[in-house]
């Protein structure tokens, strides 16, 4: 027991220990935005309403509620301070570590076996990128789950054994473990099938082709089989759209791919150089290719198989490999990657327990092998620090990408973001270029490519990068927003609208989208409906900066054309409304002043106000505008410090001559003879 208490500390510290550079990291750009960065629902943490909108959210393709809410707590105790998110991950994978070797020591009763493949699982580089991406939360946080469903498991036949009536409740708790990591991480479906191999080695519930004892070992598993089958069709319903993606596939090029993706996951595991944080699906790879890779596949599966009865470790951990690989292998094909290091998370325990039992089996014939356990440990923990250091930004890894990878048109477009965001469009113009180059109907490289020609002045050029965009992904709501903003800016208004509503249909919770239309219909003096979309993005977005400025530009606007119209007291109220958006607005505060100081209704003056509003106006311009001079002399008077009052009508004078404004001049001369009489000035 104390042995085995002192190997968790150890695990937990060196996991923690190895994984301490992640804490400088920052978020990234792929997939971190839509799951924390920009999720108004997370970063508002766990309320009622983000609550219930976690259970109901399809998230990047994806229904996985439990890693939502993971991410909200995060938001409610970090902030969007980095270290934190990451910190959760990295505490996630020690715990994963350690309950890896108490789920294996309990099974086998093999400590130091047990132990060494919970350091491989702690140490291996092709576990980098569901830790130290946040955005892989649900691969440490499914498989935490998924290993403590698989304890329940094993305490549940620990007690079957012995007709205990307890057993019953760890298999309840097994059950609810499962459903854990499937609100997770729906790749958590092939549980089912490992705990059968596990009643075969190391439970020994059945042996050989006992099929009467295989048969009823699947009946005991119907609540998880059931349950792995409904997720099957709540995860196919969810990644339609990402499904939907790879049609262009046939169903032969996607079983041949797949055949060559379990060697590429086999080499990450047996050689992990040249990681890369996205693998571009390779199209047209021959067939024959294919067909050598599922030969070799066929002859290592025969070759475990046949070694069943002496070796069941090795049956066991070679079909752990290829089954929990299934869900993503690509037959069905989600999303643009050929393969990626992060699906390896818990498929790559099978392939360690046999690199392990037969490690031991070796050095047992030869005992000098066991001199090399600390050189591969060394190793991996040497490659695991290299890889490390890519992960620190999005520049850095997807220019990692760039370089140990052909053709990666992601990379590209992602590093040419990093490059637009530094200022560097030149640059980021070429990179965008270049990714549509190795994939033209890419439509996020249209999207960005379109973004930094407007940066750059090139509006047509822009719109026509926009409209290729929408084109290829017609969903895609950033690019209606775009299009509409330039209509916007050539007065095609209604052009602009139907994008603004397209983008609103596809997400109603764009705040972007209510902003710019708002923007839009105050651009044509609706400056009803302009407010209330501008307050719609607000109350979707607080933060939004564009909204609160676009609000108060509105108010001020509106109350413009109320003061035109006489109706002082409205105008007035827009104008402070705008003035709580934005309180250092100077014509809001100049004309809020205007009005405390010289209006003929004594409820609406306020000399003191007035003062403030006219000087604070005076030091946002730089006391270099002569009619809000004007305005905080006026305000002067109605304060009775008529000296002052003409000290500031003398200023303004001045400075309306010397930039030529007549009308200002004789404005200075009406407020002049009215403070040499000791009166406050009275008038439009």
């Excluded at 993503?328 to 046999?354: C, E, H, K």
Aim: charged residues 20%.
């Amino acid at each position: 027991m104390r042995r085995s208490l002192w190997i968790c500390v150890a695990l937990a510290a060196f996991t923690v220990a190895l994984y301490a550079p992640v804490l400088r990291c920052q978020f990234l750009a792929f997939d971190d935005p839509a799951y924390v960065t920009e999720n108004l629902h997370v970063r508002a943490g766990l309320t009622f309403d983000s609550v219930v909108w976690a259970f109901r959210a399809n998230s990047v393709g994806n229904w996985q509620p439990l890693t939502l809410l993971s991410h909200m707590l995060d938001c409610q105790i970090y902030g969007l301070r980095p270290w934190g998110h990451h910190l959760t991950n990295v505490l996630f994978h020690a715990a994963n570590c350690i309950l890896l070797f108490l789920v294996l020591l309990r099974m086998t009763g093999a400590a130091w076996r047990s132990a060494c493949v919970a350091a491989l699982f702690a140490a291996h580089p092709a576990h980098v990128e569901s830790v130290a991406w946040v955005a892989e939360r649900k691969d440490v946080l499914s498989s935490f789950f998924c290993l403590l469903a698989v304890w329940a498991y094993v305490r549940y036949v620990e007690k079957d054994k012995t007709q205990h009536a307890k057993g019953w409740g760890f298999y309840g708790m097994c059950l609810l473990f499962f459903l854990l990591g499937l609100l997770a991480k729906p790749m958590a479906v092939t549980l089912p099938f490992v705990l059968m191999l596990l009643d075969f080695w190391p439970l020994d519930r059945v042996r050989g082709w006992d099929w009467p004892a295989w048969r009823r070992l699947a009946v005991e598993k119907w609540p998880l089989l059931a349950l792995s089958a409904v997720w099957c069709g709540i995860t196919i319903r969810a990644q339609s759209t990402a499904v939907a993606t790879a049609a262009e596939l046939t169903f032969p090029e996607r079983l041949n791919h797949s055949m060559i993706s379990y060697l590429d996951y086999l080499r990450v595991l047996v050689f992990p150089r040249r990681l890369s944080a996205f693998y571009p699906y390779q199209h047209h790879e021959p067939v024959v290719w294919g067909a050598a890779a599922g030969a070799a596949l066929a002859l290592l599966t025969w070759l475990a198989v046949a070694s069943a009865r002496r070796r069941p470790w090795l049956v066991v951990g070679w079909l752990w490999f290829l089954g929990m690989l299934l869900p993503v292998i690509g037959v069905v094909q989600a999303g643009g990657q050929g393969w990626a290091d992060r699906y390896t998370y818990l498929p790559s325990i099978g392939f360690f327990v046999i690199v392990v039992w037969a490690g031991a089996e070796w050095a047992a014939r030869h005992p000098a092998v066991k001199l090399l356990v600390p050189l591969l440990g060394a190793a991996l923990v040497a490659a695991t620090l290299a890889e490390l250091r890519y992960w620190k930004d999005t520049r850095t890894l997807y220019g990692r990408a760039m370089e140990v990878t052909a053709n990666n048109y992601m990379a590209l477009t992602l590093v040419g973001s990093a490059e637009e965001e530094k200022g560097n469009l030149d640059d980021a113009i070429q990179l965008y270029r270049q990714a549509l180059a190795c994939k033209p109907a890419y439509p996020e490289a249209h999207f960005f490519l379109g973004r930094a020609l407007e940066a750059k002045g090139r509006t047509a050029e822009a719109m026509a990068e926009y409209q290729e965009a929408l084109r290829l992904w017609p969903d895609f709501e950033a690019a209606h927003v775009m299009v509409g903003l330039l209509l916007n800016g050539e007065k095609n208004f209604d052009e602009a609208e139907a994008h603004y509503q397209a983008a609103l249909k596809i997400n109603p919770e764009s705040a972007a989208a209510q902003n710019d239309w708002g923007m839009a219909l105050m651009n044509q003096g609706r400056w009803q409906e302009s407010i209330a979309h501008f307050e719609q993005a607000l109350r979707l977005d607080s933060t939004l900066a564009e909204a609160h400025r676009g609000l108060a530009i509105v108010q001020f606007q509106y109350g413009l054309a109320l003061e035109h119209q006489g109706r002082i007291p409205d105008a007035m109220g827009h104008y402070a409304a705008a003035l709580r958006e934005n309180p250092d607005f100077p014509e809001a505060l100049q004309h809020c002043a205007w009005i405390a100081a010289t209006d003929a209704r004594p409820e609406l003056r306020n000399g003191t106000q007035a003062v403030a509003m006219a000087a604070h106006a005076c030091e946002l311009t730089g006391q270099n505008r002569p009619s809000i001079l004007l305005t905080l002399a006026a305000a002067y008077g109605e304060a009775g410090r008529f000296g002052d009052a003409l000290a500031t009508v003398g200023k303004a004078e001045t400075l309306a001559k010397a930039q030529g404004q007549k009308e200002l001049e004789a404005e200075a001369v009406r407020l002049r003879a009215a403070f040499e009489a000791s009166r406050p000035f009275r008038g439009p």
